[in-house]
């Protein structure tokens, strides 16, 4: 099968083939910690759930997945709509051995049908808005459906990872509606770059939900520096946190852009204080 053309970047054990105009390479020259935590952190998630899938949703063209694969045999489930990606995907997951699916498609939630977004990609990046130019979507999964694809033999995910530049609040919110607490969370909250309408009120409904549920949050920014490990009672830190981050785009001095979060839900609080305890020696 023909490998697609553009430039090569190694991330984790492995040699990927980027899109030529992806941003990724300039990201990580320029932010040497980017993704530097999350090798840790899947380390210990796969020790604690060997057997669990990673659920890797926005898997853009497979960076993530090779990450995960670099640090867990867990078997994966990447999720990716973006037509103008796919190629490089397709390459990229063909050379990460053990068990790894593809379900090429957007994840829905109904604010896309109810304000009729429409999907725009460029520079390895993209997102639904109100842009009558951009491209229609072509092919939806359900949050429901790929958690039933997931659980392999009866076995719950161990992972939940969303980061799709725009819609990761509603499909978080989703995803708690259905009343899932086994797997870690982790995803991208950069609630200012959420344009959908109804945006404020999704992330508003997913950080109650984490908060009266119990979740341990461990959070960075996105530069990859830690900034808080949040046990559950410590969600005004959280929200001192998230309004901090929301003045810098009002005021228009903006340093950090969102933050990545992992979430523990109290069947993981263990592992959340194993972390938590190994943070001084390995919170990178």
Known sequence: MTVPDGPDLVIGDYRLRLPPDHRLPAIRAAMPSYDAHLGWIIREIARDDPAG??????????????LLRSHAPNPLLCVEG?????????????????????????????????????????????????????????RFTGV???????????????????????????????????????????????????????GDAAWAEVFSQLHRRGYALLIYDNHGLPMLFADPTQGSAVDDLRFYVARQHAEGAVRIHYLDIWAFPPAKHRLFTDLRAERGRRFF
């Open 144 to 198: 429901a459906d790929l958690l039933a694809a997931a659980s392999r033999g009866g076995i719950p995910p161990a992972l939940f990872k969303t980061d799709t530049d725009g819609l990761d609040g509603f499909i978080l919110r989703d995803y708690l509606r259905l009343g899932e607490d086994r797997a870690v969370l982790f995803f991208e909250c950069d609630e200012a770059g959420t344009a959908v309408p109804g």
């Open 82 to 138: 973006a037509a103008a990606l796919l190629p490089w995907l397709r390459a990229n997951l063909r050379l990460l051995p053990g068990p790894v699916a593809c379900e090429e498609a957007f994840v829905a939630v109904a604010e896309i049908a109810a304000f009729g977004l429409n999907y725009r990609s460029g520079s390895g990046s993209g997102g639904f808005g109100l842009d009558p130019a951009a491209a229609a979507p072509a």
């Open 53 to 66: 899938t990673f659920i890797d949703i926005g898997a853009n063209i497979g960076d993530t997945a090779a």
